[in-house]
């Protein structure tokens, strides 16, 4: 075969040797036959070239030294290099590069300076050649640079990708219009000072083939800002519709902005606010009103007190109409000390009818805050419409001992406040006990629960069975339960109503440095005999009057014992006991310590 390659066309060869996703794969084939070496050496050279370890760039180097005809091969280089090693960038540049490559990426500690852009641009101002097929050149810390500018003109017949600016000279001047670039389908601009959107549209409109466009700019700026009637009437007089544009990211949604870019750009498929903005609620109801009809949308917000936050759901609420909603609530380090949360809001088609809403308290606010959220998500969205809660009352927040955290009852206040819960992710330090919460009969919908962190009380998990008669998966990780004496070697989940399919029992390790207080029941539960050395479970499943004994090694498969057994050899140690009693269960997975055990009843 090999010495009947030649019969085959060039061409014909590299289709197939393309089809070989592997370069380790394609040097092997240069050692099957010394007539394949070029054809597999071809091959090599034409596929991406990712270089990400320390020396390679030399490597790359001395084989282009040695032949400079593989330059011509390469189509695609990506090069991120320490910082150190960034003076041999310059040298790859001017061996590597040639008419032929059509991706240059280079990331050396940050994006490129003007240097290297200069010396890009100087290699094309040298040459000969008079066309280039480069489509991706590599970011610049500043699109001022007129280095930057003089490399970006020099490939404005193939560039896909351009970064530019309000204050870039070359955008007035030799740019003259950008409608210069005839394959530009991403650019980044930066619209400062962001005054009015006159402007704005005087260079976007020389851009009639952009895909991508993400427009960055400070708030705050001295602007003048339209009202929707005259947005409305100049849009409709002044601005020609983009239909190819699908992704927009900008730093700030003032309402005119928005209702200008959605009219331009009626195909958008994904609108994202990157930078989090003071609320004001009178702007951003003006821009709920603008992109009711987008697939996708994300904003972030920094709210300085309760009432704002509480201003923010009721607006989303009121624009989100028959919507249901995906809430995510936690402590976590803000970006500004003086505020109390920050939110964000996504809609996404990704997401059916539902809406995602997070909620972001700062860490040193109490849990009181948790509940009050709580009622106004009640109050605002209505019982009916919370169909998924995360709820995170650690966030690994750190504590003195003379400050622990208040004693929690968000999980009655959940099980009270949001009926229609399907699913739910609580990390808490303890879920105490309350008798009284049995009394309400209400339909509750509850098909998932995931519970981190806990000391749970063994009689919490018959009120849970009660409860929510549909829950079929439920887990646990790095949870402790504790009978009426406080003892915690044993696990005991007793739910006699539920018919789970799966059932989840895992410990993680506790973070580094973490100095949470949970009782120490993480590192309870791996010092002691709950994670290491002999374990026994057993599984009543009342449904079918069934029993089911292990005994659980870590480096053993589970031994099944008979009732005498079990007995015999459980109640004579010290080991840890799992006792589980449900109506039915499909799987039960173990993960605490050593003990790894998946079990498919």
Known sequence: MALQHTRLPWELWMNILDKVESAIQLSECRLVCSKWDKLAEAAMFSK????????????????????????????????????????????????????????????????????????????????????????????????????????????????????????????????????????????????????????????????????????????????????????????????????????????????????????????????????????????????????????????????????????????????TQGAGFIIDIEYRELMREDLQAELQFATSSSLGKRTHLAVYIAENESHQLHQGILTDLQNNIGSNRIHHLNMDLLSFRRWSSRNPPEESKVFYDIVDKLPALENLHLNTDRIVYQPSVCDRVVERQLEKIIITYAVIDTRVFPQISTLYPALRMLTLESCTTVDEQQQDNNIQIDMPYTRLLRLDLACEEPYINFTGDFDDHIASMVSRSKAFGDAYVKLSLLDSDTQLHWKLNGSLEPTSLNAEEYESHYKNSNNAGITIICASLDTLIIQLGEFRVWLDL
């Open 48 to 319: 991406n070239i990712c270089i990400t370890k320390e020396g390679n760039i030399i490597k790359l180097c001395d084989h282009l030294a040695k032949n400079p005809s593989r330059a011509n091969l390469i189509q695609s280089l990506e090069v991120y290099v320490p910082l150190e090693e960034r003076p041999h960038v310059y040298t790859l540049l001017r061996l590597a590069f040639t008419p032929t490559m059509q991706n240059l990426t280079i990331l050396a500690g940050s994006a490129m300076d003007a240097d290297f852009f200069g010396a890009l641009y100087g290699l094309v101002k040298g040459s000969a050649e008079e066309h280039y097929n480069l489509k991706v050149m590599p970011m610049t810390l500043d699109p001022t640079y007129e280095n930057y500018a003089n490399a970006a003109l020099a490939f404005k017949d193939t560039l896909h990708y351009l970064q530019t600016s309000y204050s870039c000279s070359a955008l007035t001047t030799r740019f003259g219009k950008l409608s210069e670039f005839k394959q530009l389908e991403v650019l980044e601009l930066e619209a400062e000072p962001f005054q009015n959107v006159f402007k704005l549209d005087a260079i976007l409109k020389n851009c009639r083939k952009l895909k991508t466009l993400e427009l960055f700019h400070r708030n705050g700026d001295d602007r003048t800002e339209q009202d929707a009637a005259t947005m409305a009437s100049w849009t409709k007089r002044n601005v020609e519709k983009v239909s190819s544009l699908t992704q927009l990211r900008i730093s700030y949604a003032y309402p005119d902005l928005v209702q200008y870019l959605t009219f331009k750009y009626p195909s958008i498929q994904s609108l994202n606010c990157t930078m989090p903005d003071i609320y004001q609620d009178d702007n951003f109801q003006s821009v709920m009103d603008a992109v009711k009809s987008l697939p996708e949308f994300h904003i972030q917000f920094m709210l300085e007190n309760h009432n704002l936050l509480n201003a923010a759901i009721n607006t989303i609420c009121q624009k």
